[in-house]
T-cell receptor, first 112, second 114 residues
Framework: DTGVSQDPRHKITKRGQNVTFRCDPISEHNRLYWYRQTLGQGPEFLTYFQNEAQLEKSRLLSDRFSAERPKGSFSTLEIQRTEQGDSAMYLC??????????FGPGTRLTVT | QQQVKQSPQSLIVQKGGISIINCAYENTAFDYFPWYQQFPGKGPALLIAIRPDVSEKKEGRFTISFNKSAKQFSLHIMDSQPGDSATYFCAASRVKAAGNKLTFGGGTRVLVKP
């Protein structure tokens, strides 16, 4: 499978705990994007990387959120001190520069 | 600020019929308009996309119509099949100036009845 992969697919955590998600993009893609999708809504942009550089962060990305893409390969998204409002599907997408974005299957986060 | 408005929220169509979903955008700097299909529990899958230098693009049973002056674009699904039952999202972006980050519409849930 050469598509975008995400791990884990599902995560249930208690409020206040930290969680980390991983995204592996399509291998030749230099752009990697994170989006968040709540139930019944369209995805919302969180942040994106070009190679290892994080070029933009949305206002949705509070101080509790941090994303990295070491060596321009896989990326991680960490949420510290989770809140119930963080419950959502976290989607990763990758692309070659300004070309089409291909999404992974997402990580469904439930904060209890 | 909802920059891309999508309608209807849901629609039911008979097998073999035409599904039509409309989107309107506000930012005239948008220059890339893709449509995504999403099944429950899955990530969005790119269906078809258009740039504003053309008014229509067709790929198989899927057609995008684009009206730059009205700032509107639509997706037509011809000969709808039960397997097309999914949620469809339009999106828009500025390819070069803003990293091509996508702004999505609210989605349309399509149900194709056999």
């Amino acid at each position: 499978d050469t598509g975008v992969s995400q791990d884990p697919r599902h995560k249930i955590t208690k409020r206040g705990q930290n969680v980390t998600f991983r995204c592996d993009p399509i291998s030749e893609h230099n752009r990697l994007y994170w989006y968040r999708q709540t139930l019944g809504q369209g995805p919302e942009f969180l942040t994106y990387f070009q190679n290892e550089a994080q070029l933009e962060k949305s206002r949705l990305l509070s101080d509790r959120f941090s994303a990295e893409r070491p060596k321009g390969s896989f990326s991680t998204l960490e949420i510290q001190r989770t809140e119930q409002g963080d419950s959502a599907m976290y989607l990763c997408a990758s692309s070659r520069q300004n070309y089409e974005q291909y999404f992974g299957p997402g990580t469904r986060l439930t904060v209890t | 600020q909802q920059q891309v408005k999508q309608s209807p929220q849901s629609l039911i169509v008979q097998k073999g019929g035409i599904s039509i979903i409309n989107c309107a955008y506000e930012n005239t700097a948008f220059d890339y308009f893709p449509w995504y299909q999403q099944f429950p529990g899955k990530g969005p899958a790119l269906l078809i996309a258009i740039r504003p230098d053309v008014s229509e693009k067709k790929e198989g049973r899927f057609t995008i119509s684009f009206n730059k002056s009205a700032k509107q674009f639509s997706l037509h699904i011809m000969d709808s099949q039960p397997g097309d039952s999914a949620t469809y999202f339009c999106a828009a972006s500025r390819v070069k100036a803003a990293g091509n980050k996508l702004t999505f519409g609210g989605g349309t849930r399509v149900l194709v009845k056999p």
